[in-house]
Antibody, heavy 121, light 108 residues
Framework: EVQLVQSGAEVKKPGATVKISCKIS????????MHWVQQAPGKGLGWMGL????????IYAENLQGRVTITADTSTDTAYMELSSLRSEDTAVYYC??????????????WGQGTLVTVSS | EIVLTQSPGTLSLSPGERATLSCRAS???????LAWYQQKPGQAPRLLIY???SRATGIPDRFSGSGSGTDFTLTISRLEPQDFAVYYC?????????FGQGTKVEIK
């Protein structure tokens, strides 16, 4: 059974950095890109970026360039998303997502449960 | 970046009615690389449709997708109580996918 299990909720102060994990099981980690998606409270979905776990290559959304870092640890089958210089607008649920049965690596049939990050002074 | 605009923002319908959701792209979506997701409160999105018209595994046939180029449609033929949710389109024709802002289907 494919599972993406994310780390727990975080509360951070403005200016801080948060790092969220996404541990997979049930498939070969290096075979599929891992993406991260942001959803602010009551708002829509925003694609943040992806990592190719096979070689560590990344692509980021242009509006987050310089603040987001996505990595993959193949020894633990875990992907990470780090967001720096946090501000109140970064308060959101963050999802990891991947496409296992997908015909393209850029849409998602498996999602993590989401991690709430609250940025507040 | 391809911008997706969904309409209407909210659709108020009764169970058994037909729902028609629109997704318009700011430029042509290559090879109909358009997906639709359903999201219920407190849950992660669920993939419904990919390739504009192919149903994902386990998705009932009351859900159908159509369209090409810049205009796409998700149709729910007869709304079931569990279909009231928010629906998002997503284009994946580029290496930076983008989502529409969502359409909420609510009970009238």
């Amino acid at each position: 059974e494919v599972q993406l299990v994310q780390s727990g909720a975080e509360v951070k102060k403005p200016g801080a950095t948060v790092k969220i994990s996404c541990k997979i099981s049930g498939y070969t980690f290096t075979d599929y890109y891992m993406h991260w998606v942001q959803q602010a409270p009551g708002k829509g979905l925003g694609w943040m970026g992806l990592v190719d776990p096979e070689d560590g290559e990344t692509i980021y959304a242009e509006n987050l360039q310089g603040r987001v870092t996505i990595t993959a640890d193949t020894s633990t089958d875990t992907a990470y998303m780090e967001l720096s210089s946090l501000r109140s607008e970064d308060t959101a649920v963050y999802y990891c997502a991947t496409g296992i049965l997908s015909t393209s690596p850029y849409y998602f049939d498996y999602w993590g449960q989401g991690t709430l990050v609250t940025v507040s002074s | 970046e391809i911008v997706l605009t969904q309409s209407p923002g909210t659709l108020s319908l009764s169970p058994g009615e037909r729902a028609t959701l629109s997704c318009r792209a700011s430029q042509s979506v290559s090879s109909s690389y358009l997906a639709w997701y359903q999201q219920k409160p407190g849950q992660a999105p669920r993939l419904l449709i990919y390739g504009a018209s192919s149903r994902a595994t386990g998705i009932p046939d009351r859900f159908s997708g159509s369209g090409s180029g810049t205009d796409f449609t998700l149709t729910i033929s007869r709304l079931e109580p569990q279909d009231f949710a928010v629906y998002y389109c997503q284009q994946y024709g580029s290496s930076r996918p983008t989502f529409g802002q969502g359409t909420k289907v609510e009970i009238k």
